[in-house]
């Protein structure tokens, strides 16, 4: 069983949609997880990170932590065609490793 | 504010050819630095992390080499390139936080 795991999509949304993107993992040893994005042909940047379980909020973008089903979850409130890209998880435990999902492709048409 | 350069942004090489691609890290000290392989289709694969000048830890075993020469530079060779070493290369790091911070990536090509 893989660490973590992201449906692949791609995953495509009128524009204005809630976009709902989401990852499972198997450590319980994991406490902080991330979510990049990626444009094409670019490196990952950071969108935000929650420790534990929760919620955290930043703009349009939500994102969700069940430790206890080990499931994440990131929201996208009115998306753009600009948040078209991958996303990517990356739990990690209380050391400097990440350990990435595959990312789920989002496309968003106007 | 921190920015993190990579170089070349692509490469085409053949098949037992050499490699060195090149990160450095401007506006921090001591960072620890990381070098990951995307290949297509596929997640991001650790390869090489750093914490120190000379410290390197290999995360999987294969034809690639990292130095750290110094602080704020990360090295990655080969001596001979093979086919499955095609891929988007990625430098990170993070400066004792819990965030990584990507570079633009080098997207090397093994004919």
């Known amino acids: 069983q893989k660490e973590v795991e992201q449906d692949p999509g791609p995953l495509s949304v009128p524009e204005g949609a809630i976009v709902s993107l989401n990852c499972t993992y198997s450590?319980?040893?994991?406490?902080?997880f991330m979510w990049y994005r990626q444009y094409s042909r670019k490196g990952p940047e950071l969108l935000m990170y929650?420790?534990?379980?929760g919620n955290k909020e930043d703009g349009r973008f939500t994102a969700q932590v069940d430790k206890s089903s080990k499931y994440i979850s990131l929201f996208i409130r009115d998306s753009q065609p600009s948040d078209s890209a991958t996303y990517l998880c990356?739990?990690?435990?209380?050391?400097?490793?990440?350990?990435f999902g595959t990312g789920t492709r989002l496309q968003v048409f106007p | 504010s921190q920015t993190i350069h990579q170089w070349p942004a692509t490469l085409v090489q053949p098949v037992g050819s050499p490699l060195s691609l090149e990160c450095t890290v401007e506006?921090?000290?001591?960072?620890?630095l990381y070098w990951y392989r995307q290949a297509a289709g596929r997640g991001l694969q650790l390869l090489f992390y750093?914490?120190?000048?000379?410290?390197i830890s290999s995360e999987v075993p294969q034809n690639l080499s990292a130095s750290r020469p110094q602080d704020r530079q990360f090295i990655l060779s080969s001596k001979k390139l093979l086919l499955s070493d095609s891929g988007f290369y990625l430098c990170?790091?993070?400066?004792?936080?819990?965030?990584?911070?990507f570079g633009p990536g080098t997207r090397l090509t093994v004919t």
């Open positions: 990170a790091w993070n400066g004792g936080t819990y965030e990584q911070y």
């Open positions: 450590n319980s040893a994991f406490q902080y």
């Open positions: 929650t420790y534990s379980s």
């Open positions: 990356a739990p990690r435990r209380n050391t400097d490793k990440l350990i």
């Open positions: 506006g921090t000290s001591n960072p620890n």
């Open positions: 750093s914490v120190g000048i000379g410290q």
